[in-house]
């Protein structure tokens, strides 16, 4: 139903910036909440920023002030700009959806929990050197 491509990872320094760029199929692109997940090696995958159909916005503790979700809903294309990029945010990023076009629900944030998103991309490896 819905396919999506992550492109745009590489090595950079600290301080550094990167844009990555998630593709997406399918005409219902405009009506679902998009977002960024990345997983650390060894670590569990977390939720880094999500984005609604409003669309409203939403990002991690770890990355607010720093990362810029957007959209261009013409392009089917979901993009995630990093500035200030730290060690810590090396990892491998995907954008996934739950096929839904909000990212809260009330007063709870089930964007950041990988558990019951339906469709994934294969992930670009963000590497940041010190």
């Known amino acids: 139903q819905v396919q999506m491509m992550e492109s745009g990872g590489g090595s950079v320094q600290a301080g550094g910036s990167l844009t990555l760029s998630c593709t997406v199929s399918?005409?219902?692109?405009?009506?679902?909440?998009m977002t960024w997940f990345r997983q650390v090696a060894g670590k569990e995958r977390e939720g880094v920023s999500c984005i609604s159909k409003i669309p409203a916005k939403y990002y991690s503790d770890d990355v607010k002030d720093r990362f810029t979700i957007t959209r261009d809903n013409a392009k089917n294309t979901l993009y995630l700009q990093m500035n200030d990029l730290r060690p810590e945010d090396t990892a491998i990023y995907y954008c996934?959806?739950?096929?839904?076009?909000?990212?809260?629900?009330?007063?709870?944030?089930?964007?950041?929990?990988?558990?019951?998103?339906?469709?994934w991309g294969q992930g670009t490896q963000v590497t940041v050197s010190s």
């Open positions: 399918g005409s219902t692109f405009g009506d679902l909440a």
């Open positions: 996934a959806t739950r096929l839904s076009p909000t990212c809260i629900i009330r007063d709870r944030a089930p964007w950041r929990f990988p558990s019951d998103y339906n469709y």
